[in-house]
């Protein structure tokens, strides 16, 4: 089996630092030590470098389809996929991934598709493309319901992973009373809630790369007169630290912004909860979209509404106020990363699905 992976966006600091990219990166990678896998992907300059076993191709200066960065074409991507049977092709809704489709299936190939949230113009958006893909490969039972698939044969659940040798825990790392958030500062990330809940004299962490929507700079606003501290442009080691120091994790994610805006799909899967968990790091999510399918109530960690600060807050003064019993959910999300969340489980699913089984 020889497979390629292709991605609009390669994951690192040439890259994009997001769960999208990470995800489909480590999955390449991971699957690379079982079969010969490459990674095709679009960046601002031609590269082809070898990462162990994985085989990286960029493709330097794409056209962005109608100006949209996460949206690049590029015609060498027929060729950097060369002699690969499997096409694996992330993000369903971008132009790239339907003429690979297209092209995959006129040339013999099977071509999978995983859906990372986003997207850009598309063909997609005028006919459905759904079964130009030899199979849908979702990351929660979620995703495969919101995206319609629910039931059908060709779309399965290959769920998430997590480097469970980098993303430890560390008893000798003192734990804080500070709870961190790790990921975008985007609206739909329900980060005002998450200001509005801080308990009096405890310390937040805000931890996730600069963008220039505003919303940083409102998020801010929000949070003056509060011990609130925005991070950005941590490397893993880095990253590691400070899940293996937090009081705890939170993503508290809403469908309804702050603002009045609604998100239908605010999460695929909830990347950093895997990655607070594998750390034995206790989590808080809201009950939205994928995340409860990850955190068990009251045993990996908490479940609370969505824009609910009043309750929020008081999660987090509970665990703060009770150590032993944040440190048994942290044990016990540690656990169930390694029984379902590492990545050589994933690539096995995604292995079953190629060969049809």
């Known amino acids: 089996m020889n497979v390629a992976h292709v991605v609009p966006a390669l994951f690192g600091p040439d890259g994009v630092v997001g769960g999208a990219e990470r995800y489909a990166f480590e999955l390449a990678r991971h699957m690379a030590a079982e079969v010969p896998t490459r990674l095709v992907t679009f960046g601002d300059n031609d590269r082809e470098t070898e990462l162990g076993a994985l085989s990286v191709r960029v493709l330097g200066r794409p056209w962005h389809v109608r100006g949209q960065r996460a949206n690049p074409f590029h015609l060498g991507v027929f060729r950097a996929i060369g002699d690969a049977r499997i096409v694996h092709c992330h993000q369903q809704h971008v132009l790239i991934t339907s003429a690979v489709a297209l092209w995959c299936r006129l040339t013999g190939r099977r071509p999978f598709v995983t859906e990372l949230g986003g997207g850009g113009w ?91 929507t505003g919303a940083i700079e409102a998020l801010k606003a929000k949070a003056a007169g509060k011990a ?48 607070a968990m594998a750390c034995a790091t206790p989590v808080i999510c809201t009950n939205v979209a994928s995340m409860p399918e990850i955190v068990e109530h009251g045993v990996t960690g908490l479940v609370v509404p969505p824009n609910d600060p009043v309750t929020l807050g008081r999660r987090l003064q509970w665990l703060a106020d009770h150590p032993d019993a944040a440190a048994e959910m942290g044990a016990a999300g540690r656990r169930r990363v390694l029984e379902a969340f590492q990545w050589p489980h994933v690539v096995r699913r995604c292995l079953a699905a190629y060969a049809g089984r």
């Open 228 to 275: 609130v501290t925005f991070c950005h442009d941590l490397d893993d080691t880095a990253l590691v630290t400070e899940y293996r120091r937090a009081l705890c994790l939170v993503l508290p994610s809403v469908y309804r912004t702050a603002g009045g805006a609604d998100t239908r799909v605010p999460e695929l899967l909830g990347q950093t909860l895997l990655e």
């Open 122 to 212: 598309d063909v997609s958006a005028y006919v459905s493309t759904d079964r130009w893909f030899y199979g849908h490969l979702h990351l929660s039972e979620y995703s495969r319901r919101v995206f319609g698939h629910e039931g059908q044969p060709w779309a399965r659940v290959i769920s998430g992973g997590v480097d469970t040798g980098r993303f430890s825990p560390d008893p000798c790392e003192p734990r804080s009373r500070t709870p961190i958030f790790v990921g975008r500062m985007l609206p739909h990330k329900g980060l005002d809630d998450l200001i509005a809940a801080l308990p009096c004299r405890m310390s937040l962490r805000l931890i996730g790369p600069l963008h220039d």
